[in-house]
């Protein structure tokens, strides 16, 4: 599955870089986030790869769901895709934008792929076993590495949204006497986790399951966790809910390390 993940990513990565050098019009989706052809490229991109080689799987995917297409997962295995995350960086000419595809089996991220094509790097992960992807400028992987969270230390390096910050953050970083925090757009900040060079990354304001999903699965099959606030596994696949809209994330933090609930220093 990974397979298809990666020649997926790369694709659509490439058809993301040919926007941005070529120029680009925004426009404004229903919710207020910007979309640019990049994301629509780029989602038509992997959904191609994804219906030809899985074709009985269905497919969560950020613009299709934008447009009403949700197709019917109860019971069922799915993917979840983001074809362009960190779209707000992207139009802003930063470089951690990335491409997002993971699988869902029984509410849990089990395979995902995180590409960020402006960095050249990208991140995957299936069964415990999570690599970091070295990106060439032909869009081909040049190399790998095994990659695995490391252990908490003493001091804590946690990561907070780039543009999504709260005053929660900073409560969490206080009470758990977290000094030093590092703020990144994207997927990225699970990938940093899962390679060891960060150590936390809470979210107390509004995620959707794309989001979350690839870098989570990457994170996990690193080692890492992802936690509600009650310490249990941030599932995925919610529908139905009164309260909320579908596929919307709690709040909820991502451990390295061996951390599974939230506990002082």
Known sequence: MLRTFEKAALEAGKAIITVLREGFPVSMKADASPVTVADEEAE???LAHLARDYPEIPVVAEESVAAGKVPDISGRGFFLVDPLDGTREFVDGRQEFTV???????????????????????????????????????????ARSTITVREQPDDRLALASLRHNSPETGSFLAHHAISKCTNIGS???????????????????????????????????????TVTLDGAPLTYGKTGAAADFDFANPNFISWGGRKRVLEPA
């Open 100 to 142: 997002n595809i993971a699988y869902i089996e029984n509410g849990a991220p089990v395979a995902g792929i995180v590409y960020a094509p402006a960095l050249g790097l990208a991140f995957s992960g299936e069964c415990g076993h999570a690599e970091r992807l070295v990106v060439t400028d032909d869009f081909t992987v040049g």
């Open 187 to 225: 997927s990225l900040k699970f990938c940093l986790l899962a390679e060891g060079k960060a150590d936390v990354y809470p979210r107390f304001t509004r995620t959707m399951e794309w989001d979350t999903a690839a870098g989570d699965a990457v994170l996990r099959a690193a080692g890492g966790s």
């Open 44 to 46: 038509r991109i992997i």
